[in-house]
């Protein structure tokens, strides 16, 4: 979020596509909105990956303890995630190649 608004959909569409780029597009402009941003890291801990064709799947225990929200002023923390967050990836790959991802959904539960 630090990169200005005009250059968000580049880095995004790198990454992630369709609805799914939209929505991390919506997301970022709310919390800018909120004056809010976004700190740390999230570690992957991925357990099942499943491709077929163009297609795959990814599951993942995602340990988002050391990142959440933040104050976009003062940087200081509002929230703090999980170390322990099911997460399932779907992405497609592109005509150049590229995976990107297409949809992510958040099962409840632990892992």
Wanted: glycine share 10%; with cysteine; hydrophobic share 30%.
């Amino acid at each position: 979020m630090q990169l200005p608004e005009s250059e968000w959909s580049a880095h995004i569409h790198e990454v992630a596509a369709g609805a799914q780029a939209d929505r991390v597009l919506d997301g970022l402009r709310s919390l800018r909105e909120q004056s809010l941003t976004v700190y740390g890291s999230m570690m992957p801990r991925v357990s099942r990956v499943d491709v077929s064709g163009d297609q795959a799947t990814v599951q993942d225990c995602q340990d988002s303890s050391h990142g959440g929200q933040a104050d976009a002023a003062t940087g200081k923390p509002k929230t703090v995630g999980v170390p322990r967050s099911p997460v399932t990836a779907t992405l497609m790959r592109g005509a150049d190649g590229r995976w990107r991802v297409t949809g992510v959904s958040y099962p409840e539960g632990t892992c």
